[in-house]
């Protein structure tokens, strides 16, 4: 344990998801050695994303204007809406560069246990996306595990009676791995998803 400033960026750093005692204290020590520069380049950073970036009024993406860079774009079809939990999944997909639709970003998944339920995320705003009659194919792009199953499976039984095509991103096995190593619920749904050739 250190003491005043140093065990307090630590602290704070450790809050970060995704970072344990030892990174947290990796980082602090990093920041302490590293130029006063980069060190206000940084706490400027934080403090600009905090100012200025909001969530897109349309899609609940991040944006800094009104409306996120996707949902400006009129070259983007109308049509088709993709459905994932967290604006990070709409940088993945992205990167694909295979997806020329539209965007909803539910904020979360169901999660019972964590006291989240269909009212805490963005399904009421979809719903009212969908009444407008230009989405003809909802894409379910939650996450292959309990909650993103149970978010996929509410939304495909609230979505369906309005006569939209409803479907699920595939899921199998990762191009490079081996079957031995592969989970059965994996390997089930690899054999589920197959196609022909």
């Known amino acids: 344990m250190y003491e005043g400033a140093i065990q307090d960026l630590i602290d704070e750093l450790g809050r970060l998801p995704g970072i344990g005692p030892k990174s947290a204290q990796r980082l602090a020590f990093h920041v302490?050695?590293?130029d006063p520069a980069d060190?206000?380049?940084l706490a400027a950073s934080l403090l600009r994303v905090?100012?200025?970036?909001?969530?897109?009024?349309?899609?609940?993406n991040v944006a800094e204007d009104d409306k996120c860079r996707i949902?400006?774009?009129q070259r983007r079809s109308g049509e088709v809406l993709c459905v994932v939990e967290e604006p990070k999944d709409v940088v993945a997909i992205e990167r694909t560069n295979e997806f020329r639709g539209r965007y909803h970003v539910l904020g979360g998944a169901i999660n019972p246990l964590e006291g989240i339920g269909p009212d805490n995320l963005r399904i009421r705003e979809l719903m009212a996306r969908l009444s407008g009659g230009?989405?003809?194919?909802?894409?379910?792009a939650t996450d292959p595990n309990t909650?993103?199953?149970?978010?996929?499976?509410?939304?495909?039984l609230l979505?369906?009676?309005?006569?939209?095509?409803?479907?699920?991103?595939?899921?199998?096995?990762?191009?490079?791995?081996?079957?031995?190593?592969?989970?059965?619920?994996?390997?089930?749904r690899a054999f589920e998803g197959r196609r022909i050739i």
């Open 39 to 41: 060190v206000k380049r």
């Open 50 to 60: 905090k100012e200025v970036v909001k969530f897109c009024t349309i899609c609940f």
């Open 159 to 188: 979505v369906k009676p309005m006569g939209i095509t409803v479907s699920r991103l595939a899921s199998g096995l990762p191009v490079g791995g081996d079957l031995e190593y592969a989970d059965e619920i994996t390997l089930g």
């Open 32 to 34: 302490l050695g590293a």
């Open 134 to 140: 230009e989405v003809n194919e909802l894409i379910l």
């Open 71 to 73: 949902c400006r774009d």
């Open 147 to 156: 909650e993103g199953e149970a978010t996929a499976t509410y939304l495909a």
